[in-house]
């Protein structure tokens, strides 16, 4: 079984950074994707960045640019870095672990990400 731990978030103004970390423990050999998903409310959960374990990554276009997402597989964690932040932008950040990034298996709690002046 694979757990994960989310840390960052929180409140930030128009234009500011933030970086959210997500670390796996437990059967982490079997993690091969990794990614921050978000959901903001009335609208569906969507993947925000996700990479796999060689380093390829896929990002939401609304954040290409902005975003930069890292991972250092010798300590299980993914890193998103998020830059130039947009009001837009927030939302419920979840971090997700499996075997493919269109089939994430376990899932985070979820960390605030709120971008307002």
């Known amino acids: 079984q694979v757990h994960v731990v989310e840390s960052g978030g929180g409140l930030v103004q128009p234009g500011g950074s933030l970086r959210l970390s997500c670390a796996a423990s437990?059967?982490?050999?079997?993690?091969?994707?990794m990614g921050w998903y978000r959901q903001a409310p009335g609208k569906q959960r969507e993947l925000v960045a996700g990479?796999?374990?060689?380093?390829?990554?896929n990002y939401a276009d609304s954040v290409k640019g902005r975003f930069t997402l890292s991972r250092d597989n010798a300590k299980n964690t993914v890193y998103l870095q998020m830059n130039s932040l947009k009001p837009e932008d927030t939302a419920v950040y979840y971090c997700?672990?499996?075997?493919?990034?269109?089939?994430?298996?376990?899932w985070g709690q979820g960390t605030q990400v709120t971008v307002s002046s």
């Open positions: 997700a672990t499996g075997i493919t990034m269109a089939n994430m298996k376990t």
């Open positions: 437990g059967n982490v050999i079997v993690i091969n994707a």
């Open positions: 990479i796999l374990r060689g380093g390829t990554t």
